[in-house]
């Protein structure tokens, strides 16, 4: 009876609970989206990213320098009279000039071929930020069925040890009329036992799953919304794995990026190798000067210059070659990581496409499999009764048939997440994913937290 009242505990503190609101997926990966810091850091990072573009664009628009100086001079005259005999004194005075430069690049291959990679980075970037935002659809989804399935093992285990402590309670009368041998009152003690370690494994990872679905938002759940019974397990569509890798190799924001990469990367070898080019700048500058004491040509002088400057790299130590073959050997690196990608890709889409085909039918295959577990247990427990089995048989009957009602929930949860993952390989994966599997959510059936009870027995 211990065992039932535990459990009796356990469900009035979820009936207790229960009425109160229960979160959906919806609301957790809203809460994800605002509070996630690897979404957090993605965003920063993309915004950093963007500042390449603008940094890149001024080298290819005006520049205007100004500068200014002054001084204290002292002007002395050692041994010098004037036409009196007098010693002709010291004197002291200030000068000061200020010039402004104005400088417009006219022609500078390099910098437009830098400005171009640095827009496709920034493109590299984007998909990069709405891969972690696709990413997070997948994490959020990926823990919140944890929890579920953390859930329903625990249910398991607690059906389990209610039934194997019953068996025990109707094993222990008939050994003390006489009707059975002590090996099974013994062997339904072991079975209890084992039923109780595995609750109490179940009970921690339920709140283990919790903790680490608030990872994802910093905010703590009590209740979650669990997944309904009419959620439709089927093939994935189109039904058509060519299709279906044909849409990666399209959209997959991976290999979008790393397009992206290979264009800024090839924008880099022409950059460098316009380094041998000639560039022509246009000059504006003004400068004017006032010197204290006296000067033959006055003591304030202003000029204005207009120039054009051309320039013509010769040699400079080997320097822009190195840097042609870097950027080269850069490309290369850019097209090879490409093509593991589309590889990659290809490999995950493929093998993920069956793998939902493969939940679809392993589903069905499960709940037969409860309704044959069913069966066989009554069978074993009916010819337990009239002697043809042992208790070792019943045991085994009835945690087939909980591991098969585990194995279905289990095989539910995988059939979602499969199906996640396969959209997020073809680049589909959207907010509206989320809310379509939120709409076979049920708010009349929860999963609770409730305090661990390991240390009870």
């Not at 400005?115 to 984007?126: D, F, M, P, T, W």
């Not at 589309?342 to 496409?353: F, G, I, K, S």
């Not at 589903?363 to 043809?388: C, D, F, P, W």
């Amino acid at each position: 009876m211990k065992y039932l009242n535990r459990a009796m505990l356990i469900i009035g503190l979820a009936l207790i609970v229960s009425y109160g609101h229960a979160t959906d997926v919806v609301e957790i990966y809203q809460d994800a989206q605002i509070n996630d810091p690897i979404v957090g850091a993605a965003k920063a990072g993309y915004a950093a990213s963007q500042e390449a573009v603008p940094q890149a664009r001024a080298l290819l628009l005006p520049s205007i320098n100004a500068s200014a100086s002054t001084s204290q001079s002292e002007r002395r005259f050692p041994g010098s009279r004037d036409p009196l005999g007098n010693s002709i004194p010291s004197s002291q005075f200030n000068s000061h000039d200020w010039n402004a430069a104005l400088q417009q690049p006219v022609i500078n291959v390099s910098r437009w071929y830098s400005l171009a990679g640095a827009k496709s980075q920034v493109e590299a970037a984007g998909y990069d930020l709405e891969g972690t935002k696709q990413d997070l659809i997948v994490r959020v989804v990926r823990s919140y069925l944890a929890v579920l399935r953390a859930q329903d093992l625990l249910d398991t285990t607690e059906a389990e040890v209610i039934a194997v402590q019953r068996q025990l309670e109707q094993v222990q009368q008939r050994f003390d009329v006489g009707l059975v041998a002590i090996t099974d009152v013994l062997e339904s003690q072991a079975a209890s036992d084992s039923a109780e370690v595995r609750r109490i494994q179940a009970a921690g990872d339920h709140s283990i799953f919790f903790e680490t679905l608030s990872t994802l938002t910093g905010i703590s759940y009590e209740r979650l919304n669990r997944l309904s019974d009419n959620l439709p397990i089927v093939n994935p569509s189109p039904v058509d794995q060519e299709e279906w890798v044909r849409t990666a190799l399209d959209q997959n924001l991976g290999i979008k990026a790393a397009r992206e990469q290979l264009i800024s990367a090839r924008k880099n070898v022409r950059a460098r190798a316009s380094d041998h080019l000639p560039t022509i700048d246009a000059q504006v500058s003004h400068f004017n000067n006032v010197t204290g004491g006296s000067e033959f040509l006055g003591n304030q002088t202003t000029s204005t210059a207009f120039s054009l400057r051309f320039n013509l790299p010769l040699y400079n130590g080997g320097a822009v070659r190195s840097r042609v073959k870097q950027a080269s050997a850069q490309a290369e690196q850019s097209q090879e990581l490409l093509t593991n990608q589309q590889l990659t890709v290809t490999r995950d889409t493929r093998n993920l496409y069956i793998a939902v085909a493969t939940d679809v039918v392993r589903v069905r295959a499960r709940l037969k499999a409860i309704t044959s577990a069913k069966s066989a247990l009554e069978a074993t427990e009916t010819g337990y009764e009239v002697g043809t089995r042992n208790i070792v048989e019943v045991l085994q009957a009835q945690q087939f048939l909980f591991a098969s009602q585990f194995d279905y929930a289990d095989s539910r949860y995988n059939y979602v997440i499969n199906l996640m993952l396969l959209k997020q390989a073809a680049g589909t994966l959207a907010t509206a994913d989320v809310a379509e599997l939120n709409t076979f959510t049920d708010p009349n059936d929860q999963v609770v937290r409730v305090v661990s009870l390991q240390g009870q027995r």
